[in-house]
């Protein structure tokens, strides 16, 4: 089970961490990932680790700003998100599978979802 925390409204320019909680299993050999999926759109890869913490990604959108991290002995991934911007609006997943990569359909366990909304 992934839990995430930490969502919120924010305004832009703003910062907020999302926490991911695995309970249940350790994950400290599982890739890891954050998604969001805003209103009317599709859900998209918003950054991912590796198991080690040394292969990481972004998409595009977020480099800069996103930083992802994890804490295998927490059993934890985080997502450091500054410089908000008002098109980051989405609920945020937590993803986890033993590969991993960009696509959605390559993890297996997810979270519920943390609402982050930005306001001008």
């Known amino acids: 089970q992934l839990v995430e925390s930490g969502g919120g409204a924010v305004q832009a320019g703003g910062s907020l961490r999302l926490s991911c909680i695995a309970s249940?299993?350790?994950?400290?050999?599982?890739?890891m990932a954050w998604f969001r999926q805003a209103p009317g759109k599709e859900r998209e890869l918003v950054a991912f680790v590796n198991w080690s913490g040394v292969n990481l990604h972004y998409t595009d959108s977020v480099k800069g700003r996103f930083t992802i991290s994890r804490d295998n002995a927490k059993n934890a991934v985080y997502l450091q998100m500054n410089s908000l911007k008002v098109e980051d609006t989405a609920v945020y997943y937590c993803a986890a599978d033993t590969i991993g990569g960009n696509s959605g359909s390559l993890y297996h366990y997810w979270g519920q979802g943390a609402q982050v909304t930005v306001s001008s």
């Open positions: 249940g299993r350790p994950v400290s050999t599982y890739a």
